[in-house]
C-alpha cells in the first residue's frame, strides 16, 4: 500500500500569510494526487487535482506542485475562509489512500 | 453538472447490516469507476472501496475485506455498498466519489451501536 506522509499536522497562521503544506508519498505516483479542503460537517471540496491542476472555482491564492512522491500545497495568501482541514489524496493505484490531515488554524 | 447523490444511513447494532445506495447524474455513469470513502466522527478520510465501470473488478480496503461488498446498476446509474458484519468502528460518514476523485456525494451517517 502506498502511504502518504502530510505535514504539518496543525499550522497556525495570519490572515495574509503564505503557506505550505506537504504531502510525502512512499513510492512514485506520478501527478495523481488531489488536495482537499475539509470544514466541520460538509464533504471535502477539491482544490487541486492531478498535483497542480486548479479546480474550476477555485481561488487563484491556491497551487499545487510535485510530481513522483514528493508534493506541495500553497496558499499565497490566507484568507478568513482559508481555516479549514487539508488533506492529499493518491489515487494512482488501489488501495488509494489519504494523508493525515493538516488544521489549518488562526493565529 | 456532475452529481452523486447517497442514501441508506442509518443506526444499526454491531453484527447487523445495512445497504447504503448512491444515485448518480451528469455523466456517463458506466464508463467510470466510483469510490467508497468514510469518515469516522473527528477523523481523517478513509477509502473503502471501489468498482470498474463494468462491475467486473472490485477493491477493497482490508479492514472491510469480507464484510462489505460495492456492487453497481448501470441501468439505474446507482452504486451500492453492501455492509455486514457492522462494527463499532465502521460507525462514519460515508461518500460516494467518480473517478478522478472530483465529485463527490454529501455523504450519509452510519451509526454502530447497541
Known amino acids: 500500500d502506498i502511504q502518504m506522509t502530510q505535514s504539518p499536522s496543525t499550522l497556525s497562521a495570519s490572515v495574509g500569510d503564505r503557506v505550505t503544506i506537504t504531502c510525502r508519498a512512499s513510492?512514485?505516483?506520478?501527478?495523481?494526487l488531489a488536495w482537499y479542503q475539509q470544514k466541520p460537517g460538509k464533504a471535502p471540496k477539491v482544490l487541486i487535482y492531478k498535483a497542480s491542476s486548479l479546480e474550476s472555482g477555485v481561488p487563484s491564492r491556491f497551487s499545487g506542485s510535485g510530481s513522483g512522491t514528493d508534493f506541495t500545497l500553497t496558499i499565497s495568501s490566507l484568507q478568513p475562509d482559508d481555516f479549514a482541514t487539508y488533506y492529499c489524496h493518491q489515487y494512482s493505484s488501489f488501495p488509494y489512500t489519504f494523508g493525515q490531515g493538516t488544521k489549518l488554524e488562526i493565529k | 453538472e456532475e452529481q452523486l447523490l447517497e442514501s441508506g444511513g442509518g443506526l444499526v447494532q454491531p453484527g447487523g447490516s445495512l445497504r447504503l445506495s448512491c444515485a448518480a447524474s451528469g455523466f456517463t455513469f458506466s464508463n467510470y469507476v466510483i469510490s467508497w470513502v468514510r469518515q469516522a466522527p473527528g477523523k481523517g478520510l478513509e477509502w473503502v472501496s471501489a468498482?470498474?465501470?463494468?462491475?467486473?473488478?472490485?477493491y477493497y480496503e482490508d479492514s472491510v475485506k469480507g464484510r462489505f461488498t460495492i456492487s453497481r446498476d448501470n441501468s439505474k446509474n446507482t452504486l451500492y455498498l453492501q455492509m455486514d458484519s457492522l462494527r463499532v468502528e465502521d460507525t462514519a460518514v460515508y461518500y460516494c466519489?467518480?473517478?478522478?476523485?472530483?465529485?463527490w456525494g454529501q455523504g450519509t451517517l452510519v451509526t454502530v451501536s447497541s
Open positions: 513510492q512514485s505516483i506520478s501527478i495523481w
Open positions: 468498482i470498474r465501470g463494468s462491475g467486473d473488478i472490485t
Open positions: 466519489v467518480k473517478e478522478g476523485q472530483r465529485t
